[in-house]
């Protein structure tokens, strides 16, 4: 009887440290989101750069139009109108973008309270294997982040909102459909840059080996193409093959952590 109630404690223990860590973890969100809130101009400044025509991605690209002779890639001013239609739009927006601004911020002491709440139940060996997941897992979403904010996202914006189907339709963007397209792809480039680590756990499970990914690599490079054009919808090769040739290093790259975790089985 004894030996049950303090299984208890302990199980409540456990309980009441989790309680702890999302609470810490919610408080440190919370203090960055507020001061991101409070720094509107900045956070603004930075999220809404990629529409306009001045991006550091188009300055470059017109660089290489210029050095090159590639005219191609020269990038034409634009201007694209942001609206907002709704009347608490704007408020929410900026409550919204700060709070998702506060928690990547904090991402890294999140990581880090939740491997300190794991880490204690898990054997020597186990602990460097997490944390040989953990890091590169979090750098590789946030490439995914940066790759997207600087490259993709910016050339997809360009396109889709300044394609017309007639000169009677004038493009006029609201404010919110900006913030959650730009939210939904870095999002998506983030989890995408996950590959490697998801590779690694199929790996585990048994329902992939580095043989197969290298049997496939073709399809899978064509399917790379394929994604690279739908996500940047331009007519020059050197914007696609900006956008391709991460995509499949990530695939080769999981083909070498396949191959490494089938030899330490």
């Not at 460097?128 to 997941?133: A, D, F, R, S, Y």
């Amino acid at each position: 009887m004894q030996e049950a109630n303090e299984k208890e404690m302990t199980f409540w223990d456990h309980l009441d440290e989790l309680r702890k860590v999302f609470f810490r973890i919610a408080i440190a969100v919370i203090l960055l989101a507020c001061i991101a809130f409070l720094n509107k101009e900045l956070l603004f400044d930075i999220v809404l750069a990629p529409q306009q025509s001045d991006f550091i991605l188009y300055r470059f690209f017109n660089r290489l139009a210029a050095d090159f002779s590639m005219p191609s890639l020269q990038v034409e001013d634009f201007h694209v109108e942001l609206i907002n239609i709704q009347l608490t739009s704007q408020f929410m927006i900026h409550m919204s973008t700060a709070f998702y601004a506060g928690l990547l911020l904090a991402s890294p002491y999140i990581i880090y309270l939740l491997f300190g709440f794991i880490s204690p139940a898990l054997h020597e060996a186990e602990r460097k294997t997490c944390l040989k997941i953990m890091i590169p897992g979090f750098f590789l979403f946030i490439t995914g982040i940066l790759l997207n904010y600087f490259v993709i996202f910016p050339l997809s914006f360009r396109f889709l909102a300044t394609y017309q189907v007639s000169e009677l339709v004038v493009n006029k963007i609201s404010i919110s459909s900006y913030i959650s397209s730009f939210t939904m792809l870095s999002l998506l480039l983030g989890a995408a840059f996950e590959i490697p680590i998801i590779a690694y756990f199929l790996s585990k499970l048994g329902l992939i080996t580095a043989p197969m990914l290298k049997q496939y690599r073709k399809y899978a490079l064509v399917g790379i193409l394929v994604i690279a054009a739908i996500i940047t919808p331009t007519s020059d090769v050197f914007t696609l093959l900006l956008v391709s040739i991460p995509l499949y290093f990530l695939y080769e790259l999981s083909i070498q952590v396949v191959g490494r975790s089938r030899k330490k089985k």
